[in-house]
């Protein structure tokens, strides 16, 4: 398990919305989550035997005006970065001719690194008490079968691949 705390940034933040209000940040998508993926994952490539499945639990002890563990953070730290490709003509009259969209740079999880990593969960606290939501990685050599974590506390999500010009998104499992 690992937990995202405040750093001086964050504290910062906090109290400059205390004082007046104004909440406003910069940051990379998935940044966090990424340094959290990449600090697991050596720990279980070093403990987790052949065969056997591997979930990282990620609790996010921030205040909740950040989404460092919402589902496009999530997207963005296991697969990559959002990236719009546009193709255009040449000329003084060049326009746009096509608009595709793809996962980038950044990705911690693809098909030859971190493969021992069989999901990303995020541990929340809710009205009615904890509940996880867990990110399936499509590159798990020994992924978790959903049925294993049926429960009504638990949320499961992969990714779906979008169609030509359409970015992939998590959907239920």
């Known amino acids: 398990m690992k937990q995202i705390d405040p750093n001086p940034d964050d504290q910062a933040l906090l109290r400059q919305f205390q004082e007046t209000g104004l909440y406003e940040f910069q940051d990379v998508p998935g940044k966090r989550l990424r340094g959290k993926i990449s600090e697991a994952s050596s720990q279980f490539k070093a403990r987790v035997k052949t065969g056997q499945p591997a979930l990282l639990i990620i609790y996010n002890n921030m205040d909740v005006l950040r989404g460092f563990t919402d589902p ?98 998590w959907v239920e499992v």
């Open 72 to 169: 496009l953070q999530m997207m963005s730290a296991m697969y990559g970065l959002h990236e719009v490709v546009l193709t255009r003509s040449h000329g003084p009259a060049a326009r746009v001719l096509s608009v595709s969209h793809r996962l980038g740079g950044s990705r911690r999880l693809t098909p030859e690194h971190n493969t021992t990593l069989s999901a990303v969960a995020v541990l929340f606290e809710g009205p009615e008490g904890p509940y996880l939501v867990v990110y399936h990685n499509r590159f798990a050599s020994n992924p978790i079968l959903p049925e294993v974590l049926r429960h009504p506390r638990i949320f499961q999500r992969s990714i779906r691949e979008g169609g030509p010009g359409e970015f992939p998104e």
